[in-house]
């Protein structure tokens, strides 16, 4: 699913310039270490007396006046009379890479990356005086409900809905059943889910350390699976090993236990030990609840784990002391799971935020498990990872500069924040690892983890440039403007990209179904609120030469949430609303 690079941190005496930056082991191999042959980096041995830090030094430097620069053409832009949030100043793209949460990936020549980790946890903020554009707004309009209040999209349903309806649904929703039996587990097979898990699951989460698996499974075979957070999670990991082998749960028929519960019953009997427990392996427990959670598409128990969750990790984090040094890059990964699946459900739900947002700025990305002596179970792949905490932030910008209740109201005041995000969107994709680098070819992509960030990188364009959708869809004549036509264009380019191939979605079918549903639902909203403009149609025929081809793409995604529908009650609702609009759509053309 990617490519497996070592992320050992322990430092040799002799090590050249590429391992002293990223604080890994270097084995002194010249003309080239292991790594750097690995990484196809360029192997530079500093000289004896040559300050180790000074790269260091230099990359962080030049961070700083690459943002300094930005923030000034910002400010410029401010001082030329545009309506630019006050925030603006700190949205750069130099600002996320820069200071304390610093990820630089040069993939210009060699593929590698430099990771420059935060110095330190962070302690209590006082989020009343903290701006961080980084973190979802309490309030905003981002959500895919939301698009139903739109003109000509709100046509297309029989009554209006309450953006709330959709946590209201999931809130009423019966209780797994399962969990209340005394759980029987069979472990005839576990090693073919270990095996399974390492390979198709801990790319999307990267909390499991492949170096102490087996340490932590010999404690766990110890207690007989039945006590400790080492049981609870080997238990979890093969209940996501067993799932991840069956393909996507919206294939599977409904009267059938899902792949893994029975594992996932039994890792759910040992939780309450750990409830009043705040250590990180109490937190990687909740923590990968959560992610079988997302796995059944039960968002809002998802939600609770992630807050459980949430609070251990806050109470580990108040203070460097209470973490020891061999748990720090658990704790980081942890933590950065927990911000991007809570952001992923505050886009969509009006859920209260669990607080561990006010880290957001303090905590260090991660850098790599050290490497124990002995067999490794799995990779220890970052690279999916870290491209998805820059862009969940990313996700996060534009929800707060677009789509808060501080946000602009006119398209003219939105131009220079919609141009800097896409810029932002463009340099993180620029700054992929050359093996996540996706094509933008129309096909279907192989490799899972690239599939995904490219749909991603489609949802995120999309959002981005919806506000001029709205604008067209309120007031056909803003259409003339060119820059409107122009990011109208790109924004239903973007729309279509995503549900071309609607069998992608496919691949994040672990973490991502009911939040890929969902997105499905409001870009396909979008294309069916612009067939209905005259403007907006003729550019969407630009992009889908013949009518009936785009009704097809519609088609085939009121289809496949269909087949989602039984999974969750939300997506019941959300299925009946597209097919609904899509009716109404055809009989509006035809009228």
Known sequence: MGVGVDYPRRRATIACAVCRSRKSRCNGNKPKCKL????????????????????????????????????????????NGVNVNSASHSMSYGTALSGHNAMLVNTASSGSASIIPNSGFGTWRNESTTTNINIMPKVHTNAAMHLLRWPLIRDLVSRPYD???????????????????????????????????????????ACVNPYTWRSQYRTALLHGFREGPESCIVLLVLALGQASLRGSISRIVSQEDPPGLQYFTAAWSLLPGMIATNTALAAQCYLLTAAYLFYL?????????????????????????????????????????????????????????????????????PSGF???????????????????????????????????????????????????????LTQWYESLPLPLQFPFTHTVL??????????????????????????????????????????CHKCLEASIRQLEHIVEHHAGHMPYLWQGALSMVSQTLLVMGATLSPSLLSILLTLVPHRENLDQIINDVVMEVERYAVLAPSLSLVAEIIKEAE??????LRE
């Open 370 to 424: 050290e490497a124990e002596e002995g067999e490794q179970v799995g990779r220890d792949e970052l690279w999916y990872f870290l491209a998805e905490i820059a862009l969940r932030r990313l996700l996060n910008r534009v929800s707060q500069l677009l789509y808060s209740e501080d946000s602009m109201a006119s398209t003219s005041s939105l131009d220079p924040v919609v141009a800097e995000l896409d810029y932002q």
């Open 36 to 79: 750097c042959i690995q990484l196809g980096a360029e192997c530079i041995y500093q000289e004896t007396g040559i300050n180790p830090d000074a790269g260091q030094k230099l990359i962080i430097e030049r961070l700083n006046r690459i943002e300094s620069i930005l923030q000034m053409n910002m400010v410029q832009t401010q001082t």
């Open 446 to 487: 192989q490799d899972p983890a690239q599939t995904v960030l490219r749909l991603r990188f489609f949802t995120c364009r999309t959002i981005i440039y919806r506000p001029y959708i709205l604008a067209v869809l309120d007031n056909e004549q803003a259409v003339l403007n060119p820059t409107v036509r122009e990011n």
């Open 163 to 205: 953006p709330q309806i959709l946590l209201q649904l999931e809130m009423a929703r019966e209780p797994l059943h399962s969990l209340t039996k005394t759980p029987c587990v069979d472990l005839s097979n576990i090693q073919a889910y270990i095996g399974a898990y390492f390979e198709r699951v801990n790319v999307w989460y």
């Open 583 to 588: 009716l109404r759509r055809r009989t509006l």
């Open 297 to 365: 598409v039960r968002p809002i128990e998802a939600w609770n784990l992630l807050c459980s969750t949430s609070t251990k990790l806050q109470l580990l984090l108040i203070s460097p002391t209470r973490v020891p040094s061999h748990q720090r890059e658990l704790v980081e990964r942890i933590y950065w799971n927990t911000f991007h699946f809570e952001s992923d459900l505050l886009t969509e739900l009006d859920l209260p935020h669990s607080g561990a947002v006010q880290f957001e700025e303090d905590i260090g990305l």
